[in-house]
């Protein structure tokens, strides 16, 4: 596609349940990262992924977030047994990664945990 | 551990003065800086970036400045125009080709007409 697409734009779900966050990064971009922004807070790293594997999972809150990438492209991030702390914006973004070129985001998933 | 600090969370700004974003970091592996513009309900926006092997890159209104002894690099947009307004993002590559990206918490400017 032209550019980042993520889905769904805005998702509200029940505390304790599941939810699964997608990421469509640029074409050919080998770079995929996820962040998330918590009202009045800046953009906090979760993971990064180079091709399908994560070289960096540090900023993974906890181990109810995990996070997938196959074939190189579309990445996954799912949040189990969801919590009222995880609402925020998830924001992705993806690089081709050649020394100087910028990453490109998605519009983001709003999630609300209620 | 925050290596990228922006610790100004806010500006204000008349129009047609400039307006200076700053950014310190505490990596020296960082090999790459960006800044981004971010607008409510939307995704951030590439907006300039610095290689460290140079100390100033342009583009139009917006000039990245960079000093590396410092760990520290600057936005300055002149002149400063009300559509300016946003959130603004320093950001930073380290690792060259495998890093990863590390953003500050953002400065949110305010230009007044």
């Known amino acids: 596609g032209a550019g980042v697409s993520q889905s769904p734009s805005n998702k509200v779900t029940e505390k304790g349940k599941d939810v699964e966050l997608r990421c469509d990064p640029i074409s050919g971009h080998t770079a995929l990262y996820w962040y998330r922004q918590s009202l009045g807070q800046g953009l906090e790293f979760l993971i990064y992924?180079?091709?399908?594997?994560?070289?960096?999972k540090s900023g993974l809150p906890s181990d109810r977030f995990s996070a997938e990438r196959t074939g190189g492209s579309v990445s996954t991030l799912t949040i189990q047994r969801t919590q009222q702390e995880d609402s925020a914006v998830y924001l992705c973004?993806?690089?081709?990664?050649?020394?100087?070129?910028?990453?490109?985001f998605g519009q983001g998933t709003r999630l609300t945990v209620v | 551990d925050q290596q990228v600090k922006q610790n100004s969370p806010s500006l204000s700004v008349q129009e047609g003065r400039i307006s200076i974003l700053n950014c310190d970091y505490t990596?020296?592996?960082?090999?790459?800086f960006l800044w981004y513009k971010k607008y409510p309900a939307e995704g951030p926006t590439f907006l300039i970036s610095?290689?460290?092997?140079?100390d100033k890159n342009e583009d139009g209104r917006f000039t990245v400045f960079l000093n590396k002894s410092a760990k520290h690099l600057s936005l300055h947009i002149v002149p400063s125009q009300p559509g300016d307004s946003a959130v603004y993002f320093c950001a930073a590559y380290y690792g060259g080709s495998q890093g990863n990206l590390i953003f500050g918490k953002g400065t949110k400017l305010s230009v007044k007409p």
């Open positions: 992924f180079q091709g399908n594997s994560a070289p960096d």
């Open positions: 990596n020296s592996m960082f090999d790459y």
């Open positions: 610095i290689s460290s092997i140079k």
């Open positions: 973004a993806s690089s081709s990664h050649v020394f100087g070129t910028e990453a490109f």
